[in-house]
């Protein structure tokens, strides 16, 4: 079982940067992938990134790039995603996920594992 907590959402103007904590307990942190999902009202969860066991490898779709960086630290059992420059269509409940098997990088929904209750991320105009 791996537990996760997720925080860092809120309220910030377009332009503007948010920090989101994953933070993960139970199974071994080590051995799991860990992904980042937002969905917002009447729209279907989708990928947004993900990160390695060892951190060496991540990957983000193609709404984030060059703006949202995840990073892990395995000693805290912890996982972050920085998200700058942030627009309103980025709006949304951000989930983090946890995925014990799979080809990387695991960009579906239904190959993660374990999820978080989700953290608001709201980006007004």
């Known amino acids: 079982q791996v537990q996760l907590v997720e925080s860092g959402g809120g309220l910030v103007q377009a332009g503007g940067s948010l920090t989101l904590s994953c933070a993960a307990s139970?199974?071994?942190?080590?051995?799991?992938?860990v992904g980042w999902f937002r969905q917002a009202p009447g729209k279907e969860r989708e990928f947004v990134s993900a990160?390695?066991?060892?951190?060496?490898?991540?990957y983000h779709a193609n709404s984030g790039k060059g703006r949202f960086f995840i990073s892990r630290d395995n000693a805290k059992s912890t996982v972050t995603l920085q998200m700058n420059s942030l627009k309103p269509d980025d709006t949304a409940v951000y989930y983090c996920?946890?995925?014990?098997?799979?080809?990387?990088?695991?960009?579906?929904?239904?190959?993660?594992?374990?999820w978080g209750q989700g953290t608001q991320v709201t980006v007004s105009s």
């Open positions: 139970g199974r071994g942190f080590k051995n799991i992938e």
């Open positions: 996920a946890a995925s014990l098997s799979g080809s990387w990088p695991r960009r579906l929904p239904v190959e993660y594992d374990y």
């Open positions: 990160i390695s066991r060892t951190g060496a490898n991540t």
